[in-house]
Nanobody
Framework: QVHLVESGGGLVQPGDSLRLSCAVS????????MGWFRQAPGKKREFAAA????????YYADSVKGRFTISRDNALNMVYLQMNSLKPEDTAVYYCAARQQMGVPQMPAGYADWGQGTPVTVSS
């Protein structure tokens, strides 16, 4: 069973940057495609970014493309989400998710394992 723990969230102002981290334990992170999702209050969980097992493939939601960068370090069993030029509409709880099967889906149902989430608030 893989265990995921997110960190790095916080309160920032519009235009600021944050880097979220996801620590993977229990299994090698290289066994999993990884995704970042977010859920704003009163809204459904939505896709933000995903990365294949060897980082050769990445996907981004249109809303974050050009501002967010997903990366991974399989030697450290870590996955990251660098978020730049943050906007108030980026406010949400951000979740890390893992998928052991082939493919890098862009929907929550494609991932079986989830972390507890880290909150991000963008406000002036």
């Amino acid at each position: 069973q893989v265990h995921l723990v997110e960190s790095g969230g916080g309160l920032v102002q519009p235009g600021d940057s944050l880097r979220l981290s996801c620590a993977v334990s229990g299994r090698p992170s290289s066994n999993y495609a990884m995704g970042w999702f977010r859920q704003a209050p009163g809204k459904k969980r939505e896709f933000a970014a995903a990365v294949g097992r060897d980082a050769a493939i990445t996907y981004y939601a249109d809303s974050v493309k050009g501002r967010f960068t997903i990366s991974r370090d399989n030697a450290l069993n870590m996955v990251y989400l660098q978020m730049n030029s943050l906007k108030p509409e980026d406010t949400a709880v951000y979740y890390c998710a893992a998928r052991q099967q082939m493919g890098v889906p862009q929907m929550p149902a494609g991932y079986a394992d989830w972390g507890q989430g880290t909150p991000v608030t963008v406000s002036s």
